[in-house]
């Protein structure tokens, strides 16, 4: 485990299913803003690089990061985009410290996707235009099928789904940023309208506005910002073939290899327990048992067991998604692998609020998904 590179500003705005009263920007300049007022950097000065994650098809227009610099201070300063997850956004920033690029980086991502009026369309449009898309139908139903399959597979049941979103949804209402903390039960979900047989509506995570900046730093600058740094020991990525027809439907190959380059990069050999708490993408409810069981954090056929006895719960043996997930607290598209990260770095500060978790923790896995149809994926370790 090499201490090289921490999280040392965490800044987010509050996560709602619609956002009038802002712009994409103005999202933007606050949770930058927050995350600058939390490392105590002035951004002009001390701040040597800008990443921002997203895609042009979720902005609605093209070339989307010659509209960045501005609000998040990086007007005439090295500022990239990633095309993809937030997460692999920490990845570059990790890269660009490790190879003496830069000494300090801001890593932004963000959801503005109530302006977007043709979210099943965008989603259409990344299927293979010969052999997918002409299928029709809203593409949510691959994540039926996959779905179908898993439970199949790994012995894990519709009844273990709708406790993933019982669990979730009640831990969302202990976080502020929240949008859908609710109290449900199992018959509640088992009762809610199937959707993409057998994904029911509440299997579904809904979409949310809102903006994440997380400001890392060298081992040097780390100690000289703050006195509680959030060292990022692992990370890794990975793209699973984009063919539908080639994909072993049963697991998640792509967080099966992220999470091994992660582990390997932090030292961890025995997973489930090695690690004190996950924060996993649960965009859809089986999601959360198929990538505890690809990260190692349950074995094969395993996850549903372990989570009848409790030991995901927040006060379980292993909490996962103690901050609601994208279940409790939305769908953050691209933003929602930062989302992920920024809720484990919270964790390990002792900052997480009323979600925060009794017992101390000293490590936690972050791991993400770009959600359909993808099958890419990205994880971080992070310790104190």
Same mark, same amino acid.
Request: hydrophobic residues 40%.
């Given at each position: 485990?090499?201490?090289? &590179?921490?999280?040392? #500003?965490?800044?987010?705005?509050?996560?709602?299913?619609?956002?009038?009263?802002?712009?994409?920007?103005?999202?933007? $300049?606050?949770?930058?803003?927050?995350?600058?007022?939390?490392?105590?950097?002035?951004?002009?000065? %001390?701040?040597?690089?800008?990443?921002?994650?997203?895609?042009?098809?979720?902005?609605?227009?093209?070339?989307?990061?010659?509209?960045?610099?501005?609000?998040?201070?990086?007007?005439?300063?090295?500022?990239?985009?990633?095309?993809?997850?937030?997460?692999?956004?920490?990845?570059?920033?990790?890269?660009?410290?490790?190879?003496?690029?830069?000494?300090?980086?801001? &890593?932004?991502?963000?959801?503005?996707?109530?302006?977007?009026?043709? $979210?099943?369309?965008?989603?259409?449009?990344?299927?293979?235009?010969?052999?997918?898309?002409?299928?029709? #139908?809203?593409?949510?139903?691959?994540?039926?099928?996959?779905?179908?399959?898993?439970?199949?597979?790994?012995?894990?049941?519709?009844?273990?789904?709708?406790?993933?979103?019982?669990?979730?949804?009640? *831990? !969302?209402?202990?976080?502020?940023?929240?949008?859908?903390?609710? =109290?449900?039960?199992?018959?509640?979900?088992?009762?809610?309208?199937?959707?993409?047989?057998?994904?029911?509506?509440?299997?579904?995570?809904?979409?949310? %506005?809102?903006?994440?900046?997380?400001?890392?730093?060298?081992?040097?600058?780390?100690?000289?910002?703050?006195?509680?740094?959030?060292?990022?020991?692992?990370?890794?990525?990975?793209?699973?073939?984009?063919?539908?027809?080639?994909?072993?439907?049963?697991?998640?190959?792509?967080?099966?290899? !992220?999470?091994?380059?992660?582990?390997?990069?932090?030292?961890?050999?025995?997973?489930?327990?090695?690690?004190?708490?996950?924060?996993?993408?649960? =965009?859809?409810?089986?999601?959360?048992?198929?990538?505890?069981? !690809?990260?190692?954090?349950?074995?094969?056929?395993?996850?549903?067991?372990?989570?009848?006895? #409790?030991?995901?719960?927040?006060?379980?043996?292993?909490?996962? *998604? &103690?901050?609601?997930?994208?279940?409790?607290?939305?769908?953050?598209?691209?933003?929602?692998?930062?989302?992920?990260?920024?809720?484990?770095?919270?964790?390990?500060?002792?900052?997480? #609020?009323?979600?925060?978790? =009794? =017992?101390? &923790?000293?490590?936690?896995?972050?791991?993400?998904?770009?959600?359909?149809?993808?099958?890419?994926?990205? !994880?971080?370790?992070?310790?104190?």
């Amino acid at each position: 485990m090499k201490k090289n &590179v921490a999280v040392v #500003g965490i800044g987010n705005t509050a996560f709602r299913p619609k956002t009038d009263e802002y712009s994409w920007k103005e999202l933007m $300049y606050e949770a930058a803003s927050r995350a600058y007022d939390d490392a105590g950097l002035n951004v002009r000065r %001390d701040i040597d690089s800008f990443i921002t994650c997203a895609e042009d098809y979720w902005e609605g227009f093209s070339i989307y990061d010659e509209f960045v610099p501005d609000q998040i201070g990086a007007a005439m300063r090295s500022c990239c985009t990633v095309t993809g997850d937030g997460i692999q956004g920490l990845a570059l920033a990790y890269m660009q410290i490790m190879s003496g690029a830069a000494e300090t980086v801001a &890593v932004e991502s963000h959801s503005k996707i109530s302006d977007l009026l043709t $979210y099943d369309d965008v989603l259409a449009f990344a299927l293979d235009p010969i052999y997918n898309r002409p299928l029709g #139908g809203h593409p949510h139903y691959i994540a039926g099928m996959e779905m179908r399959r898993f439970l199949r597979d790994s012995k894990c049941t519709e009844k273990d789904c709708a406790r993933v979103v019982v669990k979730n949804r009640t *831990n !969302a209402l202990k976080n502020a940023s929240s949008a859908y903390g609710t =109290k449900l039960t199992e018959d509640d979900v088992k009762k809610s309208a199937q959707v993409f047989s057998p994904l029911r509506q509440l299997d579904v995570s809904n979409l949310v %506005d809102g903006g994440i900046v997380m400001v890392l730093a060298s081992a040097e600058r780390a100690k000289q910002i703050t006195d509680n740094p959030i060292w990022m020991t692992g990370v890794g990525w990975s793209s699973d073939t984009p063919w539908l027809e080639n994909r072993d439907w049963g697991r998640a190959e792509y967080a099966q290899l !992220a999470t091994k380059m992660a582990y390997k990069m932090a030292g961890i050999k025995n997973p489930s327990s090695d690690i004190d708490f996950a924060e996993v993408d649960d =965009k859809f409810s089986y999601k959360e048992l198929q990538h505890i069981e !690809a990260a190692r954090l349950a074995r094969k056929g395993e996850a549903g067991k372990q989570l009848r006895k #409790g030991r995901f719960d927040a006060q379980g043996r292993l909490p996962v *998604n &103690v901050s609601g997930g994208s279940l409790g607290c939305g769908n953050l598209i691209e933003a929602a692998g930062l989302h992920r990260a920024m809720e484990v770095a919270l964790q390990l500060r002792g900052h997480a #609020g009323r979600h925060q978790i =009794k =017992k101390v &923790v000293k490590r936690g896995l972050a791991l993400s998904w770009r959600s359909v149809p993808t099958a890419s994926g990205a !994880a971080v370790v992070m310790e104190v």
